[in-house]
């Protein structure tokens, strides 16, 4: 039976959070999400992925945000420019040629840290209390597999990870089979599922029924404040293509399900099973089988988001984004 988490303990301290990440406007309001709550959320630092766009996209685009947010002493690390084995697939057709078409955001005064976004992830799981740090995951998983392989040690020092990533009941976005941040690096999505450690996956699954109709939009704009223009501009943009994909009322919103459900787990549903990346398909590389019927008697090692309340969903993260400039 699905089970609903219900908020304890930990949601009522504040999180230390080390955000993976390649904005894609639905991750911009991810991270837009996670400012607006620093109640909530105290977030180390941002790590740039390759994925919906190149590196060099994702990198500025974090500085962009943070600078939108008024958050400018958030420290930004590039990550690796490339998947751990493949080469890059990207999303242009969703997100335009920057990644995070839509408003004019200007050119960010603040600049990206020296160090490297593996080392800063190590470094910091080594230098804070074991078990005080949650991995965001809003992109491809690759950094955090690379600083796992690179320093297993971290591995238990790590809180928990909270993902995007990965379909089941519903079908893929990038092929019939995949979702786009398993499908860009698989090994890493496998690496970081087979670590042990506790791992929240908010799928397709979940983020196809959080559909951004023009009322939830408008109430972004409506908020009369530069961070909810932008929201509204930026998914105003990056809707077009799934629009005219799925012929719905309104497109799934998917990165801002992470902090949704770190801050309030009981209006989403699902239950722990064992979750396995497809690796070598011919037709379903990056495909994540879930194990959601308990056929296989496999280990549990995620708890896997099936589905949630839509309503109460952009009530939360419309009233986050309120509280930013
Ligand atoms: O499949 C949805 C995910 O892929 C989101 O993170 C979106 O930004 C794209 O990267």
């Given at each position: 039976m699905a089970a609903r988490r219900r908020a304890g303990d930990d949601q009522l301290m504040t999180r230390q959070l080390i955000i993976l990440t390649d904005p894609g406007q639905d991750q911009a309001a991810a991270i837009l999400t996670i400012l607006g709550r620093p109640d909530a959320f105290e977030v180390l630092g941002l790590v740039a992925t390759a994925g919906n766009i190149g590196l060099d996209h994702t990198l500025g685009n974090c500085l962009k945000l943070l600078e939108l947010a008024g958050r400018p002493d958030i420290p930004v690390f590039a990550g690796a420019p490339l998947p751990m084995r493949r080469d890059l697939v990207m999303a242009e057709h969703v997100h335009g040629p920057t990644g995070l078409d839509g408003p004019d955001l200007p050119t960010p005064a603040i600049r990206p840290q020296a160090q490297h976004g593996v080392d800063f992830i190590i470094e910091t799981l080594r230098s804070r209390p074991e078990g005080s740090v949650t991995i965001c995951g809003l992109s491809p998983l690759t950094n955090l597999a690379l600083a796992f392989r690179i320093a297993p040690d971290i591995v238990p020092r790590v809180k928990e990870i909270v993902a995007m990533l990965g379909a089941y009941f519903e079908l893929g976005n990038i092929t019939p089979t995949a979702e786009f941040n398993c499908y860009v690096d698989p090994e890493a999505a496998d690496v970081v599922l087979r670590s042990g450690l506790k791992i929240t996956l908010l799928p397709l699954d979940v983020t196809h029924q959080m559909r951004s109709t023009r009322g939830r939009l408008d109430a972004f704009s409506a908020l009369g404040n530069r961070s909810g223009r932008a929201t509204d501009e930026m998914l105003t943009f990056s809707e077009a293509f799934d629009l005219k994909k799925y012929g719905w009322d309104g497109a799934p919103l998917h990165g801002p399900c992470v902090p949704a459900y770190m801050l309030a787990p009981e209006i989403f549903d699902g239950r722990t099973c064992a979750v396995e990346v497809e690796l070598t398909g011919k037709l379903t590389q990056g495909m994540t089988v879930v194990d959601y019927w308990q056929i296989t008697g496999k280990a549990h090692n995620a708890f896997w988001v099936?589905?949630?309340?839509a309503n109460a969903y952009y009530r939360l993260i419309t009233e986050a984004i309120g509280n930013l400039p």
């Open positions: 099936r589905s949630g309340d």
